[in-house]
């Protein structure tokens, strides 16, 4: 919580935080709906800058090619941003990183891209059998 109000007040910019039990979020006042999936990937789609501690999150801001950080959640999404040399983006206890550090997509995208030609080189083969 101190990290993103410092970040917000950095920015200039408001802090909405969604819960995954919490239907019902405030920005500047005003109350927001986030109670299906869609609302959840809008907010991702349509933010400047996403800090998550989910996988989802962490996903949805790589799908959307976001400025993004994610607090240390577990494992997978350890994998996930290791997997795209993205392990910068992580926040930890040791390491906080910067926000506005240009993530080269066109990279991401091409490990994202190679991972699904392996994937459905797997598939095509395993069904082969």
């Given at each position: ?8 007040e ?10 995954r ?89 091409a ?19």
């Amino acid at each position: 919580i101190d990290y993103l109000m410092r970040l917000s007040e950095k920015k200039k910019m408001p802090v909405l935080m969604v819960h995954r039990i919490q239907t019902d979020v405030l920005l500047n006042g005003k109350k927001l709906s986030v109670s299906t999936p869609g609302d959840f990937i809008n907010l991702i789609a349509n933010a400047k800058y996403v800090v998550s501690n989910s996988f989802h999150g962490t996903v949805f801001s790589v799908i959307f090619n976001k400025q993004f950080q994610t607090f240390a959640s577990g494992s997978r999404v350890n994998d996930f941003l290791n997997g795209l040399s993205l392990k910068e983006r992580l926040i930890t206890k040791e390491h906080i990183g910067n926000i506005d550090e240009k993530i080269n997509w066109e990279d991401v995208h091409a490990i994202i891209e190679n991972e699904k030609k392996k994937s459905m080189d797997f598939l095509k083969k395993s069904l082969e059998e």
